[in-house]
């Protein structure tokens, strides 16, 4: 690959690769891709000449090849193979050439009729597993949902001993939803001392957020102190400690994927898979989920980060599609999306991972499920 070609590719707007193409270098360009993202396969000048819609001999298609290669769009992979294109390349394809049309009818129909089959019980979750089943099926990648941690108004708080050193702390917000946390009881706490710090989070945390609450610990800690033995008071700072995390609460807190076997499907052999492996570690991380939702904030609409552009995947050459949701207030509070090979069908998922954000955003505000 022609280092100085690259450079200079890299460094000129889209519009000035266009204009340096000419057509058959568009055309053979675009079919390289295209054969790529349909069967994974290197496509070579023989093959070229004889789909190409003008007359090129095999000896004229790798010319333009090698000008192709020059720039950086496309690379061989083994000698005297076919080319397949560089992450660059897919990138100017999907920049200058994809064409992301609106969803069919039909596919909207489908969308919402999977994502709105939610369970009575636990309507939100059903919806992101949905969404994320959904979005693996048409996509040959894996779907994603990462949900963000909300601020309920705390309704009620209670402590439950597991066992001697442990406790459940439940907490139920005003639409009763329920966080549960297991903390470590301070040594020779009583069962009368659990209810008396639950009945003192009670009296005070009602009516507010944890960030509105965590505010408020150093006015809290006073009050604890007079109204409160020492063990009862470390408990109640133990349960707001480990309800209200750190100061960056908010950030996601859970990261829901399906169809990771349709990651499996296709690899080659064991730096296939030590990629996948890291993938799989990747998303395991919670730093990971801070990121990947920074990623689908840090533009409007839809985001493609293809190979190492997203430095969350880069080791293991995965593209990621993604596009955040947001709530009443129009705040970003989640991101929907597929991540798999560089080969994803883009302009199909693009469309998609678009309408089901939209869908996610109208459904969750203001309960209507």
Known sequence: MGVLGFMAFRSSPVSDAIAALDERSKEIFRRIVEGYLENGEPLGSRNLSRILPMSLSPASVRNVMSDLEELGLIYSPHVSAGRLPTQVGLRFFVDAFMQVGDLSAEDRASIDRQVRAESRDN?????????????????????????????????????????????????VGEHDQVENRIIELPAGVTSSQLTEAANFLNAHMTGQTLPELRKQLDKLKIDVRHELDTLSQDLVERGIAVWSGSPDEGKPAQLIIR???????????????????????????????????????????????????????????????????????????????????????????????????QLISRLSRGGAL
């Open 259 to 357: 169809g990771r076997a349709n990651l499996l499907e296709g690899l080659a052999g064991a730096d296939d898979l030590d990629r996948l492996r890291m993938l799989f570690d990747d998303l395991e991380k919670k730093d990971s989920l801070i990121e990947l939702l920074n990623l689908a904030e840090s533009g409007p609409g839809v985001r493609i980060f293809i190979g190492s552009e997203n430095k969350l995947f880069s080791l293991s050459g995965s593209s990621l599609i993604v596009a955040p949701y947001r709530d009443d207030d129009d705040r970003i509070v989640g991101a929907v999306g597929v991540i798999g090979p560089t080969r994803l069908n883009y302009s199909r998922i693009v469309p998609m991972v678009d309408y089901t954000a």
């Open 123 to 171: 309507p939100v979750e059903s919806m992101m597993n949905e969404a994320s089943r959904m979005l693996s099926g048409i996509s040959r990648g894996a779907g994603l949902v990462i949900t963000a941690k909300s601020d309920p108004i705390l309704k009620h708080v209670e402590f439950i001993r597991l066992e001697p050193t442990k406790a459940l702390a439940v907490l």
